[in-house]
């Protein structure tokens, strides 16, 4: 048995019936002779460039167990998936059990609101001028005896 990373962007207008899709993409990886090891739901976030007329998109990251034989046969099932907008599917030596990056920055993002950041507008800042320093002059005076 061989472990996979599965990484599906799915149909952003599926978020609210991910759990439906979910259970139907469990069936189909069961069939097939995959087990999935963990499941990271990100949820829905915004695509670097528009695929099929999409400009968000709903990221799940599988971690699973399963065949070669059968990672062909689920390519395969992905590619004619009309839910599915783009997969990877990558061999990986060990599973990760922990977080992913991407899930981590989205827990991060929805933190970002709460937490009201100022920024400077963009351009030069115009700097705060310097208190002049106390420099005795005697400029004035003369010694004279």
Do not use: C, W
Not at 10 to 16: F, G, K, T, Y
Not at 79 to 85: G, H, L, N, P
């Amino acid at each position: 048995m061989n472990n996979y990373e599965l990484t599906l962007i799915l149909n952003p207008d599926l978020s609210s019936k991910f759990d439906d899709f979910e259970s139907k993409f469990s069936k189909v990886l069961a069939d097939i002779g995959f087990e999935t090891k963990r499941l990271e739901n990100i949820g829905r976030r915004q695509l670097a460039y528009s695929i099929l007329n999409h400009n968000k998109g709903h990221y799940v990251i599988y971690q699973l167990e399963g065949p070669a034989a059968g990672a062909v046969e689920l390519e395969t099932k992905l590619k004619y998936d009309t839910a599915v907008i783009r997969s990877l599917l990558l061999k990986v030596d060990t599973l990760s059990l922990e977080d992913s990056l991407l899930m981590i920055e989205s827990r991060e993002a929805k933190k970002a609101p709460e937490e009201i950041k100022v920024t400077p507008p963009k351009g030069k800042v115009a700097e705060e001028p310097k208190p002049k320093e106390d420099v005795a002059e005697d400029t004035n005076t003369t010694e004279t005896e």
